[in-house]
């Protein structure tokens, strides 16, 4: 049974910094595309970053430059270091792992960004 736990949501000002975690078990994580969505109130899941096996990142726009995803395979865990946060960040933070067409979800963590 595949599990993601995300970690490390929470309330922090303009400018401020999140780092989130997510611990993924029961998929074969290290060739799993492992990745970042958010949520934001009233609007659609987007995507914020993905990183392959191969180590091939992909961002959003809207937040490259500010957010790093990185992965450690060893511990089976993906993390998203967000920098220079902003309001408009403000959503709820999901964890995702793609696997043959796949694609597998965490139960999400809240970020909030106050002005």
């Known amino acids: 049974q595949v599990q993601l736990v995300e970690s490390g949501g929470g309330l922090v000002q303009t400018g401020g910094s999140l780092r989130l975690s997510c611990a993924a078990s029961?998929?074969?994580?290290?060739?799993?595309?492992m990745g970042w969505y958010r949520q934001a109130p009233g609007k659609q899941r987007e995507l914020v970053a993905t990183l392959t096996s191969g180590s091939v990142t992909n961002y959003a726009g809207s937040v490259k430059g500010r957010f790093t995803i990185s992965r450690d395979n060893a511990k089976n865990t993906v993390n998203l270091q967000m920098n220079s946060l902003k309001p408009e960040d403000t959503a709820v933070y999901y964890c995702n792992a793609l696997r043959y067409g796949i694609m597998y979800w965490g139960k999400g963590t809240l970020v909030t960004v106050s002005s």
């Open positions: 029961g998929v074969v994580f290290s060739a799993s595309v």
